[in-house]
Protein backbone atom coordinates (compact mmCIF):
# COMPACT_ATOMS: atom_id res chain seq x y z
CA UNK A 1 0.00 0.00 0.00
CA UNK A 2 1.98 3.48 -1.41
CA UNK A 3 0.60 5.72 1.65
CA UNK A 4 2.98 6.82 4.78
CA UNK A 5 2.31 5.77 8.48
CA UNK A 6 2.40 9.14 9.38
CA UNK A 7 0.77 11.84 7.32
CA UNK A 8 -0.44 15.88 8.02
CA UNK A 9 -3.90 16.18 9.18
CA UNK A 10 -6.09 16.85 5.68
CA UNK A 11 -4.43 14.82 3.07
CA UNK A 12 -5.02 11.21 2.23
CA UNK A 13 -4.98 9.23 -1.01
CA UNK A 14 -2.44 6.46 -2.21
CA UNK A 15 1.34 8.10 -3.18
CA UNK A 16 2.21 8.01 -6.87
CA UNK A 17 4.95 5.32 -7.79
CA UNK A 18 7.57 5.88 -10.62
CA UNK A 19 10.61 4.30 -12.38
CA UNK A 20 13.47 6.27 -11.55
CA UNK A 21 14.25 6.81 -15.65
CA UNK A 22 10.40 8.61 -16.01
CA UNK A 23 11.37 10.85 -12.95
CA UNK A 24 14.76 12.50 -13.70
CA UNK A 25 17.19 13.15 -16.41
CA UNK A 26 21.07 12.92 -16.23
CA UNK A 27 23.05 15.79 -15.91
CA UNK A 28 26.84 15.05 -16.90
CA UNK A 29 29.28 15.15 -13.99
CA UNK A 30 33.39 15.84 -13.51
CA UNK A 31 36.12 13.71 -12.50
CA UNK A 32 38.25 16.25 -11.03
CA UNK A 33 40.49 15.36 -8.11
CA UNK A 34 41.11 16.49 -5.08
CA UNK A 35 44.29 18.44 -6.42
CA UNK A 36 42.41 20.34 -8.97
CA UNK A 37 39.81 21.90 -6.06
CA UNK A 38 40.35 24.56 -3.75
CA UNK A 39 38.80 26.98 -1.59
CA UNK A 40 39.99 30.49 -1.89
CA UNK A 41 38.80 31.26 -5.58
CA UNK A 42 37.61 30.35 -8.88
CA UNK A 43 34.80 30.70 -11.50
CA UNK A 44 32.58 27.63 -10.64
CA UNK A 45 32.13 25.12 -7.49
CA UNK A 46 32.52 21.76 -7.87
CA UNK A 47 30.42 19.16 -5.90
CA UNK A 48 32.79 16.03 -4.91
CA UNK A 49 31.12 13.02 -3.40
CA UNK A 50 33.11 12.92 -0.37
CA UNK A 51 31.57 15.92 0.78
CA UNK A 52 27.99 14.33 -0.37
CA UNK A 53 28.92 11.52 2.24
CA UNK A 54 30.35 13.26 4.99
CA UNK A 55 29.41 17.08 4.87
CA UNK A 56 27.05 18.01 2.97
CA UNK A 57 22.96 17.24 4.65
CA UNK A 58 20.22 16.42 2.44
CA UNK A 59 19.59 20.33 1.08
CA UNK A 60 22.76 21.85 0.14
CA UNK A 61 22.48 25.42 0.12
CA UNK A 62 25.32 26.88 -2.03
CA UNK A 63 25.08 30.25 -0.60
CA UNK A 64 25.52 29.00 3.10
CA UNK A 65 27.92 25.40 2.71
CA UNK A 66 31.55 25.98 1.78
CA UNK A 67 31.95 24.11 -1.83
CA UNK A 68 35.33 23.95 -3.30
CA UNK A 69 36.06 26.07 -6.80
CA UNK A 70 37.28 25.01 -9.31
CA UNK A 71 41.10 26.04 -9.99
CA UNK A 72 41.12 25.78 -13.71
CA UNK A 73 39.52 27.96 -15.39
CA UNK A 74 39.12 26.53 -18.94
CA UNK A 75 37.12 23.38 -17.22
CA UNK A 76 34.01 26.12 -16.67
CA UNK A 77 34.03 26.57 -20.42
CA UNK A 78 34.18 22.81 -20.78
CA UNK A 79 31.06 21.86 -18.29
CA UNK A 80 29.27 24.52 -19.22
CA UNK A 81 26.36 22.49 -20.52
CA UNK A 82 26.34 20.92 -17.13
CA UNK A 83 25.47 23.50 -15.03
CA UNK A 84 23.70 22.99 -11.95
CA UNK A 85 20.34 24.54 -10.94
CA UNK A 86 18.03 24.55 -7.82
CA UNK A 87 16.35 21.30 -7.22
CA UNK A 88 18.72 18.91 -8.70
CA UNK A 89 20.11 16.01 -6.99
CA UNK A 90 23.80 14.76 -6.69
CA UNK A 91 23.98 11.20 -5.38
CA UNK A 92 27.42 9.37 -4.22
CA UNK A 93 28.37 6.57 -6.64
CA UNK A 94 31.17 5.11 -4.38
CA UNK A 95 31.61 4.48 -0.79
CA UNK A 96 33.84 2.14 1.98
CA UNK A 97 30.27 1.48 3.16
CA UNK A 98 26.34 1.34 2.41
CA UNK A 99 26.44 4.78 2.26
CA UNK A 100 26.69 4.95 -1.24
CA UNK A 101 24.03 6.53 -2.79
CA UNK A 102 23.61 9.19 -0.25
CA UNK A 103 22.38 12.75 -2.12
CA UNK A 104 21.82 16.00 -1.58
CA UNK A 105 19.40 18.85 -3.22
CA UNK A 106 20.73 21.87 -4.29
CA UNK A 107 19.03 25.02 -3.26
CA UNK A 108 19.37 28.94 -2.90
CA UNK A 109 21.48 28.67 -6.15
CA UNK A 110 21.74 32.32 -7.80
CA UNK A 111 24.34 33.56 -9.64
CA UNK A 112 26.91 30.87 -8.80
CA UNK A 113 28.06 28.53 -11.61
CA UNK A 114 28.10 24.88 -10.20
CA UNK A 115 29.11 21.62 -11.27
CA UNK A 116 28.61 17.64 -10.22
CA UNK A 117 32.04 15.96 -9.79
CA UNK A 118 34.25 13.32 -8.89
CA UNK A 119 31.97 9.56 -8.07
CA UNK A 120 28.74 11.33 -8.58
CA UNK A 121 25.41 10.90 -10.52
CA UNK A 122 23.83 14.09 -11.06
CA UNK A 123 19.81 14.03 -11.98
CA UNK A 124 17.34 16.86 -12.45
CA UNK A 125 13.43 16.32 -12.34
CA UNK A 126 11.38 15.83 -15.28
CA UNK A 127 8.41 16.37 -13.49
CA UNK A 128 7.98 19.46 -10.94
CA UNK A 129 8.19 18.24 -7.33
CA UNK A 130 8.15 20.97 -4.46
CA UNK A 131 11.69 22.38 -3.34
CA UNK A 132 13.57 20.00 -0.87
CA UNK A 133 10.98 17.07 -1.03
CA UNK A 134 13.54 14.81 -2.98
CA UNK A 135 16.51 15.71 -0.88
CA UNK A 136 14.56 14.16 2.65
CA UNK A 137 13.04 11.43 0.58
CA UNK A 138 15.51 10.57 -1.44
CA UNK A 139 17.77 10.21 1.57
CA UNK A 140 15.15 8.15 3.82
CA UNK A 141 15.78 4.52 4.33
CA UNK A 142 12.96 3.56 2.21
CA UNK A 143 14.47 4.41 -0.59
CA UNK A 144 18.01 3.68 0.25
CA UNK A 145 16.99 0.18 0.91
CA UNK A 146 15.94 0.15 -2.64
CA UNK A 147 19.97 0.75 -3.61
CA UNK A 148 21.11 -1.84 -1.65
CA UNK A 149 20.56 -4.67 -3.62
CA UNK A 150 22.00 -3.52 -6.76
CA UNK A 151 25.32 -2.40 -5.24
CA UNK A 152 28.08 -3.44 -6.54
CA UNK A 153 32.32 -4.47 -5.08
CA UNK A 154 33.53 -5.63 -2.00
CA UNK A 155 36.47 -3.28 -0.58
CA UNK A 156 34.87 -0.25 -2.52
CA UNK A 157 30.77 -0.27 -2.89
CA UNK A 158 29.09 1.44 -6.00
CA UNK A 159 26.03 2.23 -7.88
CA UNK A 160 26.33 2.51 -11.31
CA UNK A 161 23.80 5.19 -13.39
CA UNK A 162 22.00 2.36 -15.23
CA UNK A 163 21.50 0.29 -11.81
CA UNK A 164 19.68 3.35 -10.45
CA UNK A 165 17.26 3.62 -12.92
CA UNK A 166 15.96 0.17 -11.56
CA UNK A 167 14.58 2.15 -8.30
CA UNK A 168 11.17 3.57 -8.07
CA UNK A 169 10.10 7.46 -6.71
CA UNK A 170 7.59 7.89 -4.76
CA UNK A 171 5.72 11.24 -4.28
CA UNK A 172 2.20 12.77 -2.86
CA UNK A 173 0.03 13.87 -5.36
CA UNK A 174 -0.69 17.11 -3.99
CA UNK A 175 1.89 19.60 -4.27
CA UNK A 176 1.23 21.31 -0.81
CA UNK A 177 2.08 17.64 1.01
CA UNK A 178 5.13 17.43 -0.77
CA UNK A 179 6.11 21.30 0.56
CA UNK A 180 4.81 20.66 4.13
CA UNK A 181 6.72 17.50 4.17
CA UNK A 182 10.42 19.49 2.80
CA UNK A 183 9.40 22.73 5.12
CA UNK A 184 8.44 20.21 8.27
CA UNK A 185 12.32 18.51 7.61
CA UNK A 186 14.44 21.65 6.74
CA UNK A 187 13.00 23.11 10.47
CA UNK A 188 13.81 20.20 12.50
CA UNK A 189 17.13 20.28 10.79
CA UNK A 190 17.32 24.06 11.92
CA UNK A 191 16.36 23.01 15.45
CA UNK A 192 19.14 20.24 15.28
CA UNK A 193 21.87 22.84 14.16
CA UNK A 194 20.99 25.32 16.88
CA UNK A 195 20.76 22.93 19.68
CA UNK A 196 24.18 21.56 18.13
CA UNK A 197 25.66 24.83 17.96
CA UNK A 198 24.73 25.17 21.71
CA UNK A 199 26.05 22.10 22.69
CA UNK A 200 29.69 22.58 20.82
CA UNK A 201 29.60 25.92 22.34
CA UNK A 202 29.70 24.74 26.43
CA UNK A 203 32.14 22.13 25.04
CA UNK A 204 34.15 24.78 24.31
CA UNK A 205 33.40 26.86 27.52
CA UNK A 206 34.18 23.77 29.53
CA UNK A 207 37.40 23.28 27.82
CA UNK A 208 38.54 26.77 28.15
CA UNK A 209 37.77 27.07 31.68
CA UNK A 210 39.84 23.81 32.46
CA UNK A 211 42.81 25.79 31.15
CA UNK A 212 42.35 28.58 33.08
CA UNK A 213 40.91 27.12 36.57
CA UNK A 214 43.98 24.31 36.88
CA UNK A 215 47.48 25.94 37.08
CA UNK A 216 49.03 25.70 33.00
CA UNK A 217 52.23 23.62 32.31
CA UNK A 218 55.35 24.89 34.91
CA UNK A 219 53.03 27.26 36.64
CA UNK A 220 52.02 26.91 40.59
CA UNK A 221 48.87 29.34 40.76
CA UNK A 222 46.00 28.89 38.02
CA UNK A 223 44.77 31.38 35.89
CA UNK A 224 41.39 32.27 37.35
CA UNK A 225 40.43 31.58 41.02
CA UNK A 226 36.94 31.50 43.37
CA UNK A 227 37.47 34.22 45.49
CA UNK A 228 38.64 33.70 48.78
CA UNK A 229 41.57 31.03 47.87
CA UNK A 230 45.45 32.13 47.46
CA UNK A 231 48.77 30.01 47.50
CA UNK A 232 50.75 27.60 45.45
CA UNK A 233 49.43 24.20 43.96
CA UNK A 234 51.77 21.68 44.55
CA UNK A 235 52.43 19.11 41.32
CA UNK A 236 52.16 15.20 42.57
CA UNK A 237 52.70 11.93 40.75
CA UNK A 238 48.77 10.70 40.58
CA UNK A 239 49.97 7.46 42.50
CA UNK A 240 51.01 9.28 45.15
CA UNK A 241 47.87 11.05 46.40
CA UNK A 242 45.48 8.45 45.12
CA UNK A 243 45.05 4.22 45.07
CA UNK A 244 45.54 2.44 41.58
CA UNK A 245 44.02 -1.06 41.05
CA UNK A 246 44.03 -2.55 38.19
CA UNK A 247 41.06 -5.69 37.81
CA UNK A 248 41.27 -9.46 37.82
CA UNK A 249 41.49 -11.14 34.43
CA UNK A 250 38.22 -12.62 34.70
CA UNK A 251 37.67 -15.71 32.48
CA UNK A 252 35.30 -14.91 29.90
CA UNK A 253 33.82 -18.50 29.92
CA UNK A 254 32.21 -18.03 32.90
CA UNK A 255 30.46 -15.03 32.58
CA UNK A 256 26.68 -15.24 33.37
CA UNK A 257 24.06 -13.72 32.12
CA UNK A 258 23.10 -12.59 35.29
CA UNK A 259 25.21 -11.72 38.59
CA UNK A 260 27.23 -8.81 39.11
CA UNK A 261 28.46 -6.37 36.60
CA UNK A 262 31.56 -6.38 35.21
CA UNK A 263 33.75 -3.58 34.24
CA UNK A 264 35.75 -4.14 31.18
CA UNK A 265 37.37 -1.99 28.71
CA UNK A 266 34.71 -1.47 26.06
CA UNK A 267 32.07 -0.06 28.89
CA UNK A 268 34.36 2.60 29.83
CA UNK A 269 33.69 5.31 27.64
CA UNK A 270 33.62 8.94 27.20
CA UNK A 271 32.44 10.11 30.49
CA UNK A 272 30.17 7.17 31.06
CA UNK A 273 29.71 3.72 31.98
CA UNK A 274 27.94 1.92 29.20
CA UNK A 275 25.82 -0.78 30.77
CA UNK A 276 23.66 -1.80 27.68
CA UNK A 277 22.87 -5.39 26.97
CA UNK A 278 24.90 -6.18 23.90
CA UNK A 279 27.96 -5.54 25.81
CA UNK A 280 27.06 -6.03 29.31
CA UNK A 281 28.77 -9.34 30.78
CA UNK A 282 28.19 -10.66 34.23
CA UNK A 283 29.98 -12.98 36.89
CA UNK A 284 28.29 -15.04 39.45
CA UNK A 285 29.10 -13.39 42.20
CA UNK A 286 31.87 -11.14 44.48
CA UNK A 287 33.22 -13.65 47.18
CA UNK A 288 36.59 -13.81 47.28
CA UNK A 289 36.85 -10.82 45.30
CA UNK A 290 35.75 -7.79 47.72
CA UNK A 291 38.91 -5.78 46.67
CA UNK A 292 37.80 -5.60 42.36
CA UNK A 293 34.50 -4.00 44.23
CA UNK A 294 33.90 -0.65 42.83
CA UNK A 295 32.31 1.73 44.83
CA UNK A 296 30.76 5.67 43.89
CA UNK A 297 32.86 7.88 42.78
CA UNK A 298 36.09 5.48 41.71
CA UNK A 299 37.34 6.88 38.62
CA UNK A 300 37.96 4.51 35.83
CA UNK A 301 40.52 4.78 33.08
CA UNK A 302 40.54 2.37 29.69
CA UNK A 303 44.03 0.79 29.40
CA UNK A 304 43.97 -0.50 25.63
CA UNK A 305 42.87 0.46 22.18
CA UNK A 306 42.22 3.86 20.09
CA UNK A 307 40.07 5.39 22.79
CA UNK A 308 43.05 5.32 25.62
CA UNK A 309 43.74 8.89 26.82
CA UNK A 310 40.22 9.76 25.57
CA UNK A 311 37.90 6.82 27.83
CA UNK A 312 37.63 7.37 31.61
CA UNK A 313 34.49 7.59 33.37
CA UNK A 314 33.18 8.20 37.37
CA UNK A 315 31.08 5.33 38.72
CA UNK A 316 27.85 5.82 40.26
CA UNK A 317 25.78 4.44 42.23
CA UNK A 318 23.38 3.37 39.27
CA UNK A 319 26.65 1.26 38.34
CA UNK A 320 26.64 -0.93 41.41
CA UNK A 321 27.46 -3.50 42.23
CA UNK A 322 30.00 -4.07 39.57
CA UNK A 323 33.67 -5.35 39.74
CA UNK A 324 36.87 -4.46 37.96
CA UNK A 325 38.05 -6.33 35.09
CA UNK A 326 41.58 -6.60 33.89
CA UNK A 327 43.12 -3.80 31.33
CA UNK A 328 40.87 -1.02 33.01
CA UNK A 329 42.53 1.09 36.21
CA UNK A 330 40.64 2.34 38.93
CA UNK A 331 41.66 5.80 40.89
CA UNK A 332 40.21 5.70 44.42
CA UNK A 333 41.06 8.36 47.01
CA UNK A 334 39.73 9.61 50.01
CA UNK A 335 42.26 12.96 50.98
CA UNK A 336 41.85 14.56 47.61
CA UNK A 337 38.23 15.45 45.91
CA UNK A 338 37.02 12.92 43.64
CA UNK A 339 35.49 15.54 40.86
CA UNK A 340 38.71 17.70 41.48
CA UNK A 341 41.03 14.90 40.10
CA UNK A 342 38.31 13.71 37.20
CA UNK A 343 38.04 16.98 35.82
CA UNK A 344 42.03 17.20 35.83
CA UNK A 345 42.27 14.16 34.01
CA UNK A 346 39.88 15.20 31.31
CA UNK A 347 42.19 18.56 30.60
CA UNK A 348 45.50 16.92 30.72
CA UNK A 349 45.57 13.11 29.84
CA UNK A 350 45.21 12.69 26.62
CA UNK A 351 48.05 15.22 25.87
CA UNK A 352 50.46 13.21 28.80
CA UNK A 353 49.64 10.01 26.81
CA UNK A 354 50.97 11.01 23.62
CA UNK A 355 53.82 11.23 24.96
CA UNK A 356 54.12 7.44 26.22
CA UNK A 357 55.67 5.70 23.36
CA UNK A 358 53.91 2.09 22.92
CA UNK A 359 56.05 -1.28 21.35
CA UNK A 360 52.88 -3.31 19.89
CA UNK A 361 50.19 -2.47 17.52
CA UNK A 362 47.57 -2.08 19.78
CA UNK A 363 47.96 1.14 22.12
CA UNK A 364 48.24 0.08 25.78
CA UNK A 365 48.81 1.78 29.18
CA UNK A 366 50.86 -0.04 31.55
CA UNK A 367 49.61 0.72 35.38
CA UNK A 368 53.04 2.82 36.28
CA UNK A 369 52.35 5.09 33.05
CA UNK A 370 49.33 6.25 35.21
CA UNK A 371 51.12 6.14 38.34
CA UNK A 372 53.68 8.55 36.75
CA UNK A 373 50.74 11.04 35.48
CA UNK A 374 51.40 14.30 37.17
CA UNK A 375 48.54 16.54 38.71
CA UNK A 376 48.84 19.86 40.45
CA UNK A 377 46.60 19.76 43.61
CA UNK A 378 45.49 22.53 45.51
CA UNK A 379 46.22 22.34 48.96
CA UNK A 380 42.65 23.48 50.03
CA UNK A 381 39.99 20.84 50.11
CA UNK A 382 37.67 23.89 49.53
CA UNK A 383 38.89 25.08 46.44
CA UNK A 384 39.21 21.32 44.95
CA UNK A 385 35.29 20.72 46.13
CA UNK A 386 34.44 24.19 44.75
CA UNK A 387 36.47 23.13 41.51
CA UNK A 388 34.83 19.89 41.31
CA UNK A 389 31.81 21.31 42.00
CA UNK A 390 31.33 23.74 39.57
CA UNK A 391 32.66 21.59 36.38
CA UNK A 392 30.00 18.56 37.61
CA UNK A 393 27.44 21.38 37.10
CA UNK A 394 29.39 22.26 33.82
CA UNK A 395 28.53 18.68 32.53
CA UNK A 396 24.90 18.15 33.57
CA UNK A 397 24.35 21.35 31.29
CA UNK A 398 26.39 19.96 28.40
CA UNK A 399 24.69 16.23 28.67
CA UNK A 400 21.41 17.87 29.21
CA UNK A 401 22.02 19.54 25.62
CA UNK A 402 23.70 16.32 24.37
CA UNK A 403 19.76 14.24 25.33
CA UNK A 404 18.19 17.40 24.00
CA UNK A 405 20.30 16.69 20.37
CA UNK A 406 19.84 13.06 20.69
CA UNK A 407 16.25 13.45 20.83
CA UNK A 408 15.61 15.60 18.20
CA UNK A 409 17.82 13.23 16.19
CA UNK A 410 15.50 10.49 16.77
CA UNK A 411 12.65 12.52 15.89
CA UNK A 412 13.97 13.18 12.40
CA UNK A 413 14.98 9.21 12.02
CA UNK A 414 11.61 8.32 13.03
CA UNK A 415 9.88 10.51 10.86
CA UNK A 416 11.94 9.59 7.46
CA UNK A 417 10.84 6.19 8.64
CA UNK A 418 7.21 7.24 8.64
CA UNK A 419 6.60 9.80 6.25
CA UNK A 420 7.85 8.65 3.22
CA UNK A 421 7.00 5.59 1.94
Known sequence: MSTPKLRFKGFSGEWEEKDFNKVFMNISNNTLSRAELNYNFGQAKNIHYGDVLIKFGELLDIEKEEVPFISNNDFVTKFKSSRLQNGDVIIADAAEDEMVGKCTE????????????????????????????????????????????????????????????????????????????????????????????KYQKLRQFKKAMLDKMYPKNGATTPELRFKGFSGEWEERKLGEVTDLLTGNPFASKKFVKKGVFLVRGMNVKRGYLDMSKDISEYWVSSNGLEIYLLKEDDILIQMDGALIGKSYAKVQSKNLPALLVQRVTRIRNEKINSEFIYQYIQRDFLSYIATIKTETAVPHLSLNDIRNFQIAITPSINEQTKIGNYFQQLDKLINLHQSELTKLKNIKKASLEKMFV
Do not use: W
Not at 134 to 143: A, E, P, V
Not at 162 to 183: C, H, M, R, V, W
Open 106 to 197: IVNIKDEVVFSGLHTIAVRPIQTFASKYLGYYMNSLLYHNQLLRLLQGTKVLSISKSAIKNTEIYSPKDFLEQTKIGNYFQNLDKLIEQKEK
